[in-house]
């Protein structure tokens, strides 16, 4: 019995062990190569897209001409007279106005009166000055022939010599008195107002009759032409501009419009305060729609 039951133990162990084989296990690991993985292809290289260099630049400033002036009044005065109003043309020298100049006038008058009343004084100091030579020549004479004393020769002399201090003295007063006529006919012309150049009167300020003090103004009188136009540009382009250069000048107020100017000048310096320097350029031609005060654009080709 016993080896029977031996024998039916090694029966169920050699069953169990060809059961085994026939099943795989599920977690077994092969022996087979993993498949290589392909190289990583290199990101193409995209080159880098430069800005373009600006073809031009465009800057911007106001018309301007050379002579334009604020007239103001000279002296204390009432006005009197208005002969010229905005928007007149006037020659240069045309008297615009006048101020109340009666009391110079007289005043006037009467230094003029008193220089030719000085100058007639000098003239007989001039003529008692012949006099007295002719007399101290006489005693001179006298003296050489002993007909004369000493005492009445030195008189003679000393009357002479007297003479032509009082004719310096009477020429300086008469040259004083020319001195003060000519002040007062400088007043007078501070009476009179004046276009200092040929041009616009672009605005009046006073009336006729209105009581000026000296400072108040009077006209604004502005050029016509030339045209000018002061701008400024950064200092990376100082070196660049230079006198003769041509640009071309717009403005949107005068839109079609296209003027050629000529650079005038160029700042020999750069404001440390805003890191620009100042051009100026002359328009040339047709001034068209373009007046003084207008804002205008310049194109600056190829300013690089």
Known sequence: MRKQWVWMGLSAALLAAGCGDEKSPVGAVTNAAAPVAAPAQPKPVVPAVSEPADASLTVSGPIIVEHQVELSAQRDGVL???????????????????????????????????????????????????????????????????LTSKEQLEHARYKAESDQWDIKRVTETLNTSKEEE??????LEKTKVTAPFDGLIARRYVREGQNLSKGDRLFWVTAESPLLMRFTLPEKFFGK??????????????????????????????????????????LEGDRGALRPGMTAA????NPH
């Open 80 to 146: 009197q007279k208005i002969y010229f109003d905005a928007p007149a043309r006037v020659k240069a020298g045309t008297l615009l106005a006048e101020l109340d100049g009666r009391q110079i006038q007289a005043n006037l008058a009467a230094a003029r009166a008193k220089t030719r009343s000085i100058d007639a004084d000098l003239k007989n100091w001039e003529a008692e000055e012949k006099v007295l030579k002719a007399d101290y020549e006489r005693q001179k004479n006298l003296w050489d022939l002993g």
């Open 241 to 282: 501009m230079h006198n003769g250069q041509r640009v071309q000048v717009s403005c949107a107020d005068a839109p079609g419009e296209k003027h050629s100017a000529k650079v005038k000048q160029v700042s020999p310096v750069v404001d440390p305060s805003s890191g620009t320097f100042e051009v100026l350029v002359v």
């Open 182 to 187: 000519h002040s007062l006919e400088l007043e």
């Open 298 to 301: 310049v194109l600056l080709e």
